[in-house]
C-alpha cells in the first residue's frame, strides 16, 4: 500500500506562485508514474501534469510555461511548482501514483490517490 499526503496549497493572487507537495508513504515512488490532477466544483478531474518513472513528463495546454512537475526520490515526494496562477486554476488538486509507471491522462490507470489540497486564486 502507498499512502500520499498532498501539501502547500492556499490562498494566492493572480499572477502568485505556489508549491505543492506529495509525500508518499508505505512504498518507494521511484518505479511509479506520478501525477497531479485538479477538479473544480462541478467539474471532472482533469490532468494537470504527470512525469514517468523514466522522467517524461507531461503537461496539459492549459498549464504548459507555467508549471513543472519534478520528484525528489530520496525524500520520496513529488512537487509541482506552479507560477502565474490564474483564477481558473483554482480547484483541489489530487497527487495520484500509477504502479505501471505510465503517465496518464484519464483517472482510471492511476492505483493511488491522496485526499487533495485546496488551490484558490483571487482575481
Known amino acids: 500500500q502507498v499512502q500520499l499526503v498532498e501539501s502547500g496549497g492556499g490562498l494566492v493572487q493572480a499572477g502568485g506562485s505556489l508549491r505543492l507537495s506529495c509525500a508518499a508513504s508505505g512504498r518507494s515512488i521511484g518505479p511509479f508514474g506520478m501525477a497531479w490532477f485538479r477538479q473544480a466544483p462541478g467539474n471532472e478531474r482533469e490532468l494537470v501534469s504527470a512525469?514517468?518513472?523514466?522522467?517524461?513528463?507531461h503537461y496539459t495546454d492549459s498549464v504548459k510555461g507555467r508549471v513543472t512537475i519534478s520528484r525528489g526520490i530520496a525524500k520520496n515526494t513529488v512537487y509541482l511548482q506552479m507560477n502565474s496562477l490564474k483564477p481558473e486554476d483554482t480547484a483541489a488538486y489530487y497527487c495520484?501514483?500509477?504502479?505501471?509507471?505510465?503517465?496518464?491522462?484519464?483517472?482510471?490507470?492511476?492505483?493511488?490517490w491522496g485526499q487533495g489540497t485546496q488551490v484558490t486564486v483571487s482575481s
Open positions: 512525469i514517468t518513472s523514466r522522467g517524461h513528463t
Open positions: 495520484a501514483a500509477a504502479t505501471t509507471g505510465g503517465a496518464y491522462y484519464t483517472t482510471s490507470p492511476y492505483n493511488y
